[in-house]
């Protein structure tokens, strides 16, 4: 498979370009639209997961890159993670070979086919943080070191059930071909074949919600990206490793290219064996995460609902700021179900 280079525009951050700031308002819309059932008071934080990232970058001291994350308290507890970039889009590395590698490779879920993203958002419960067990579902449904967190973040694709791979075109004997071609953006429950497609909008937050294919298990989830054969000795597990332990995503494909012809994919599981020293490794650092966000949250609490803070990290030092605008980030029916 050759491709060409990755060319034009791309998305820093889709959700806040798209709602002029207001990028936290979707992940509600969503959550209701699933009909989901959250007990929103009881949540500490609300956060995409490129937040966390940042922090953890910090946190050890592989911050290289300046970044400012806003927060808001909303009810008693409640902080809300926005995040800010100076340009929600900005040209694509022409040197990069990943948009078209997944465009390529992937097949949208009927009904979603004009999509220009996923998400998904899933709600750390209460389980041991350090209990693995046999289900990636439940070993990720837990809360972060006694805090319970809402974390929005992108997919790249998902396996889909056997139904309904069987029901697309015959695969070619190519080996990269045979691995890939099942794959899809947005998927379709095991078993089922029936397809919704509705819209709605709600007039607060003009978000339209429309409605196709299903929800797929978070046992099918992939983070696809790309590397050249000849430097992926220099792959870092250290930054790959948090984007897939912060939002339970198991599988990890690596296309490897040379000069843009792809022969064949990489397939590391979060929870295989291969994998085992290096979560061991990462631990001290999702500790002080842990202890990162308690002390955040604890300024806000400090600060009040009318606080408005911001995170800001300048050359590896990261300091709080307190915001001059009192702009929320989320209209009143999103603030009335933290009370």
């Not at 969503?30 to 934080?45: F, H, K, Q, R, Y």
């Not at 139904?163 to 075109?169: E, M």
């Not at 085992?276 to 955040?296: D, H, P, Q, V």
């Not at 911001?310 to 009192?326: K, N």
């Amino acid at each position: 498979l050759t491709l060409k280079p990755d060319s034009g525009l791309g998305y820093v951050d889709q959700s806040n370009y798209r709602m002029n700031g207001a990028g936290l308002i979707p992940l509600f819309e969503a959550v209701d639209a699933l009909g989901t059932s959250v007990n929103w008071p009881e949540i500490d934080i609300v956060t995409d997961r490129n937040g966390l990232r940042k922090l953890m970058r910090w946190i050890d001291g592989k911050a290289t890159k300046d970044f400012r994350i806003d927060l808001e308290l909303v009810g008693e507890k409640t902080v809300l993670f926005s995040r800010w970039e100076k340009r929600y889009r900005e040209p694509r590395d022409v040197r990069a070979y990943g948009m078209t590698f997944e465009q390529e490779t992937t097949n949208a879920t009927r009904g979603c086919e004009q999509s220009s993203g996923h998400h998904r958002i899933v709600k750390y419960v209460r389980l041991l943080f350090s209990t693995y067990v046999s289900s990636l579902i439940i070993t990720f449904m837990q809360d972060f070191y006694g805090l319970k967190m809402v974390v929005r973040f992108e997919v790249d694709a998902c396996i889909p059930s056997a139904s309904s791979r069987s029901s697309r075109t015959p695969a070619t004997t190519d080996d990269l071909s045979d691995l890939l071609s099942g794959m899809s953006v947005g998927g379709r429950k095991p078993g089922t074949e029936k397809f919704v497609s509705s819209s709605s909008i709600n007039s607060e937050s003009d978000v339209q919600v429309v409605r196709a294919g299903t929800v797929v298990p978070q046992s099918s989830i992939v983070e696809l990206t790309t590397r050249s054969e000849r430097w992926f000795h220099t792959f870092d597990w250290s930054e790959a490793l948090p984007q897939l332990y912060l939002s339970a995503t198991p599988h990890l494909y690596i296309g490897l290219h040379n000069r843009g012809t792809f022969s064949h994919v990489q397939k590391h599981e979060l929870h295989g064996d291969e994998m085992a020293e290096r979560r061991r490794a990462a631990a001290a650092s999702y500790a002080k995460l842990a202890r990162t966000l308690e002390e955040i949250t604890e300024l806000a609490i400090e600060h009040g609902r009318g606080g408005r803070l911001s995170l800001v990290c300048q050359d590896g030092v990261l300091r709080v700021y307190r915001r001059t605008s009192q702009k929320s980030f989320v209209g009143d029916s999103v603030r009335r179900r933290f009370l």
